[in-house]
């Protein structure tokens, strides 16, 4: 089944402890994207990648760090997380970064 | 940047109305104008989408229409049915700058019997 996975679904930490949020998909896209959902604030893009080893900022980059070394994987990094960064967080991916994005399930994340 | 307004927040219809979500942008080079779906606990899903050389795109009960010079785009869906709840969001951006899509804060909509 042709799908994007992030992992975990749901998590609770503590001010300062890194963690990561790991994103599969398994369509052989090349574009993968990271949001951030907030109640009132819609869809916002934290940072995205058109390629392996190609990234770039959105809209809300502070705070966190990406990397795609492998075509399907493109985890999230907070390495020092903060209480405002607690949201719901989805990953994307496109074939190209033009047209129809393939979201997650997203990811809930309580930082204390 | 771009900046995608969307209104209203909260939109609740009898089943079988009508239901309409507006939006407008900022940026004049915008050319792409997806929509979305989000039912609760899911990711977005993609329910149209229209390119700046149209003006209007139809797939069964729902039809998104777009004025590049006032620079507007809405979706309409008709004959509403329960399933049809859930949290709408539009979004803009530039086709060959691909990545940056700019969406709107979403729309609430309820549908009920």
Same mark, same amino acid.
Request: with cysteine; charged share 20%; glycine share 8%.
């Given at each position: 089944e042709a799908q994007v996975t992030q992992n975990p679904r749901y998590l609770i930490t503590v001010t300062g402890k890194k963690l990561t949020v790991t994103c599969s998909q $398994?369509? $052989?896209?090349e574009y993968m994207s990271w949001y951030r959902q907030d109640p009132g604030l819609g869809l916002r893009q934290i940072y995205y990648s058109m390629n392996v080893e190609v990234t770039d900022k959105g809209d809300v980059p502070e705070g966190y760090k990406v990397s795609r070394k492998e075509k399907r994987n493109f985890p999230l990094i907070l390495e020092s997380p903060s209480p405002n960064q607690t949201s719901l967080y989805f990953c994307a991916s496109s074939p190209r970064g033009d047209g129809e994005q393939f979201f997650g399930p997203g990811t809930r994340l309580t930082v204390l | 940047g771009e900046n995608v307004e969307q209104h209203p927040s909260t939109l609740s219809v009898q089943e079988g109305d009508s239901a309409v979500i507006k939006c407008t942008y900022s *940026? +004049?080079? +915008?050319n792409y104008f997806p929509w979305y779906k989000q039912e609760l606990g899911k990711g977005p899903q993609l329910i149209i989408d229209i390119r700046s050389n149209v003006g209007e795109k139809k797939d069964q009960r729902i039809a998104v229409t777009l004025n590049k010079t006032a620079k507007h785009f809405s979706l309409h869906i008709t004959e509403?049915?329960?399933? *049809? +709840?859930a949290v709408y969001f539009c979004a803009a951006s530039r086709t060959g700058t691909a990545s940056k899509l700019t969406f709107g804060t979403g729309t609430r909509l309820q549908v009920t019997l």
């Amino acid at each position: 089944e042709a799908q994007v996975t992030q992992n975990p679904r749901y998590l609770i930490t503590v001010t300062g402890k890194k963690l990561t949020v790991t994103c599969s998909q $398994n369509m $052989n896209h090349e574009y993968m994207s990271w949001y951030r959902q907030d109640p009132g604030l819609g869809l916002r893009q934290i940072y995205y990648s058109m390629n392996v080893e190609v990234t770039d900022k959105g809209d809300v980059p502070e705070g966190y760090k990406v990397s795609r070394k492998e075509k399907r994987n493109f985890p999230l990094i907070l390495e020092s997380p903060s209480p405002n960064q607690t949201s719901l967080y989805f990953c994307a991916s496109s074939p190209r970064g033009d047209g129809e994005q393939f979201f997650g399930p997203g990811t809930r994340l309580t930082v204390l | 940047g771009e900046n995608v307004e969307q209104h209203p927040s909260t939109l609740s219809v009898q089943e079988g109305d009508s239901a309409v979500i507006k939006c407008t942008y900022s *940026d +004049s080079a +915008s050319n792409y104008f997806p929509w979305y779906k989000q039912e609760l606990g899911k990711g977005p899903q993609l329910i149209i989408d229209i390119r700046s050389n149209v003006g209007e795109k139809k797939d069964q009960r729902i039809a998104v229409t777009l004025n590049k010079t006032a620079k507007h785009f809405s979706l309409h869906i008709t004959e509403t049915q329960p399933e *049809d +709840s859930a949290v709408y969001f539009c979004a803009a951006s530039r086709t060959g700058t691909a990545s940056k899509l700019t969406f709107g804060t979403g729309t609430r909509l309820q549908v009920t019997l």
